[in-house]
């Protein structure tokens, strides 16, 4: 876990049979697997993708299409805001919240950016495959782009779980697998099941934390202890893992709302996710001064559970959930959360020899089941009285009598146990197939470090040393 340090190693710290190591050396491993992957990518998109009717030039402006429907409802212009904010949550607000480690900067930022580029990609046809095929193409447009980020979150939450211990190679072939058995239990949520989850508690958040978990069990290494100096963090580092909470704080209404029905579940679901987050950052505040003896506040807790409302509030988001309810919501989560990294990360790691770097389970995990549980209650009670006609758009298969309200509920809370299960036994079989030496892991002494993979400047000269710099010039110039 994040803890406070105050040194660093240098980069010559690494032995030199370390680095030279062939099982770890990148330079065929890394550039095979990125060719091999983008070429197949290329023939898939080449053979199987389309433009939808929004995006392709001829079916847009084809017969009455383009009478009935404007440029100006292209969905285009509803669903382009929402992606760039989902995009830089993606690419700027992960990758940076993983920056705290001391030595691994290079790797947190530049590894979720590969993963991301891939596994978007891969998405697109997963989740097409499932939900967008029609007469035997993949028909994409701006919301297939959202849905693909939303995939790709859930493989940069597991990331989070085995960061600093994984070869890029491996972080590749695990996006490979999970965006796949994403686009399953997606598909076996949404359509086969009817299961409401558009700010993904469960799809995404739930998922990702306990695939990732599952992973890290399985990689587990009795000998991490040799690299615990690197597993930790310095004040700056702390400071851009920083940046990153800021802006997924910031843009997370927008994460929540973005493939919600146009109108007012998505400006609820927007609202709901607001006030969620401004309820969890108080109490994380709160929680984190008064767990600890000195009552000084903890930057892990501030950096990570903050967010943990934003999760929380994904499944009930859209639903008529009320702004003191998702305040409620949010007030827990930052409650739990901060719980999570005080006391039960070690537990985890001691008894159950689960080594989650970042916490995901305190974030993502916990906060994901707490959503899906509150979605579950909502819907239970949902009912015309409440909704009016906006329950079409909210429930359908209630509006139509298709289902109760309770039945409803209960699908919600089956579809929590079905998103659990495929994570967990997901995890437990990619996680051994990672395991293989081919994919070039790590050594124990080398994790939690960029040089391992990255060409590193020179250590930058620390203020002190520059201080007695001058010190000493000084003194030579008095002396001459």
């Given at each position: 876990m994040q803890e406070e340090a105050s040194s660093s190693l240098p980069s010559s710290s690494l032995s030199?049979?370390?680095?030279?190591?062939?099982?770890?050396?990148?330079?065929?491993?890394?550039p095979i697997t990125c060719f091999i992957l983008q070429i197949i990518l290329i023939i898939l998109f080449g053979v199987l993708v389309q433009y939808d009717e929004d995006t392709d030039a001829k079916k847009h402006h084809h017969g009455n299409h383009s009478k009935t429907k404007p440029d100006i409802e292209n969905d285009f212009y509803y669903r382009y805001p929402s992606f760039q904010d989902v995009h830089v949550m993606i690419f700027v607000g992960f990758g940076f919240l993983m920056t705290f480690l001391q030595r691994y900067g290079f790797s947190s930022v530049g590894f979720n950016f590969l993963i991301a580029a891939f596994s978007l990609q891969w998405a697109t046809l997963m989740q097409g495959f499932f939900h967008g095929l029609h007469e035997g193409k993949i028909h994409i447009g701006v919301e297939s782009m959202i849905n693909a980020d939303f995939?790709?979150?859930?493989?940069?939450?597991?990331?989070?779980?085995?960061?600093?211990?994984?070869?890029?190679?491996?972080?590749?072939?695990m996006a490979v697998f999970e965006v796949t058995l994403f686009a399953v239990n997606e598909f076996i949520l949404l359509t086969l099941l009817g299961t409401r989850d558009a700010g993904g508690s469960m799809t995404i958040h739930t998922f990702g934390a306990y695939f990732g978990l599952m992973v890290t069990r399985i990689l587990y290494r009795p000998n991490l202890d040799k690299s615990k100096h690197k597993n930790c963090s310095v004040y700056h580092s702390d400071l851009f893992a920083m940046i990153g909470t800021l802006y997924l704080w910031m843009f997370w209404p927008s994460f929540n709302s973005a493939v919600t029905e146009h109108g007012d579940p998505q400006h609820r679901t927007a609202m709901n996710t607001y006030y969620s987050l401004a309820a969890c950052t108080l109490s994380t505040y709160a929680m984190s001064s008064l767990t600890a003896h000195d009552g000084k506040l903890d930057m892990v807790h501030i950096q990570n559970a903050a967010l943990a409302g934003g999760v929380?509030?994904?499944?009930?988001?859209?639903?008529?959930?009320?702004?003191?309810?998702?305040?409620?919501?949010?007030?827990?989560?930052?409650?739990?959360?901060v719980l999570g990294f005080k006391y039960l990360t070690p537990i985890l790691e001691n008894k159950l020899k689960i080594q989650d770097t970042c916490g995901i389970h305190n974030l993502h995990g916990m906060p994901g089941v707490l959503g899906a549980i509150v979605g579950a209650v909502?819907?239970?009670?949902?009912?015309r009285e409440v909704y009016g006609e906006g329950l079409e758009k909210v429930f359908p298969e209630v509006a139509g009598g298709y289902r109760t309200a309770s039945y409803q509920g209960?699908?919600?809370?089956?579809?929590?146990?079905?998103?659990?299960?495929?994570?967990?036994?997901?995890?437990?079989?990619?996680?051994?197939?990672l395991k293989l030496p081919i994919f070039g892991a790590p050594r124990d002494t080398t994790c939690f470090e960029d040089s391992l993979y990255w060409e590193v400047p020179g250590e930058e000269e620390s203020h002190?040393?520059?201080?007695?710099?001058?010190?000493?010039?000084?003194?030579?110039?008095?002396?001459?």
């Open positions: 030199e049979d370390n680095m030279t190591d062939s099982s770890t050396n990148m330079r065929l491993k890394l995939c790709t979150g859930s493989v940069l939450i597991s990331f989070g779980a085995v960061l600093g211990k994984t070869s890029p190679v491996q972080l590749l072939f929380a509030a994904g499944t009930a988001g859209e639903m008529m959930l009320t702004p003191f309810g998702s305040m409620i919501v949010g007030f827990l989560a930052g409650i739990i959360s909502t819907a239970s009670l949902a009912s209960g699908v919600q809370a089956i579809s929590l146990a079905v998103t659990l299960g495929m994570a967990l036994f997901g995890g437990l079989i990619v996680g051994f197939i002190e040393d520059q201080l007695t710099t001058v010190k000493t010039e000084e003194s030579d110039k008095l002396n001459s």
